[in-house]
């Protein structure tokens, strides 16, 4: 894997997140929540667990008084931040296998970069989701 790969990788990301427009609809995102907690709520009370029913009912009540769709938005963003930097980290300590030149580092590191890849495309689809259901 070449750093001029690399680089675009990283700032294709980072591209498609910044140019995300800022959301102002109803909260949707949050009524999706509290439409979830609420289906598991419903299974943990036929199934009677009690220390499920109430941390879930705390959880709803949270929801119901703190929750907006430009949190949910930054807690996506901070996500894809956060993914940004590993796969950062992990780039540099590829590189350095590369120049070290040890042939099981490397495919280490490689097979770590992937991973970390991947989870950053997770979410980033996740955060755009996110902004595509607030815009309809």
Same mark, same amino acid.
């Given at each position: 894997?070449?750093?001029?790969?690399?680089?675009?990788?990283?700032?294709?990301?980072?591209?498609?997140?910044?140019?995300?427009?800022?959301?102002?609809?109803?909260?949707?995102?949050?009524?999706?929540?509290?439409?979830?907690?609420?289906?598991?709520?419903?299974?943990?009370?036929?199934?009677?667990?009690?220390?499920?029913?109430?941390?879930?009912?705390?959880?709803?009540? !949270?929801? $119901? =008084?703190?929750?907006?769709? +430009?949190?949910? &938005?930054? *807690? %996506?963003?901070? /996500?894809?931040? #956060? !993914?940004? $930097? =590993?796969?950062?980290?992990? +780039?540099?300590? &590829?590189? *350095? %296998?590369?120049? /070290?030149?040890? #042939?099981?580092?490397?495919?280490?590191?490689?097979?770590?970069?992937?991973?970390?890849?991947?989870?950053? /495309?997770?979410?980033?689809?996740?955060?755009?989701?996110?902004?595509?259901?607030?815009?309809?």
């Amino acid at each position: 894997m070449n750093r001029k790969w690399l680089g675009c990788l990283s700032l294709a990301v980072t591209v498609g997140v910044v140019s995300l427009p800022a959301a102002h609809a109803a909260d949707r995102l949050c009524e999706d929540k509290m439409t979830v907690l609420r289906q598991q709520l419903e299974h943990a009370q036929e199934h009677d667990n009690q220390h499920r029913v109430r941390g879930l009912q705390r959880a709803l009540h !949270s929801i $119901e =008084e703190h929750c907006t769709n +430009e949190q949910v &938005l930054a *807690e %996506a963003t901070e /996500e894809v931040r #956060e !993914s940004q $930097e =590993e796969v950062r980290e992990r +780039e540099l300590a &590829l590189e *350095e %296998a590369l120049s /070290e030149g040890d #042939e099981d580092d490397i495919q280490k590191r490689r097979e770590k970069l992937a991973e970390e890849v991947r989870e950053l /495309e997770e979410h980033t689809q996740e955060l755009n989701s996110l902004q595509r259901r607030i815009n309809e």
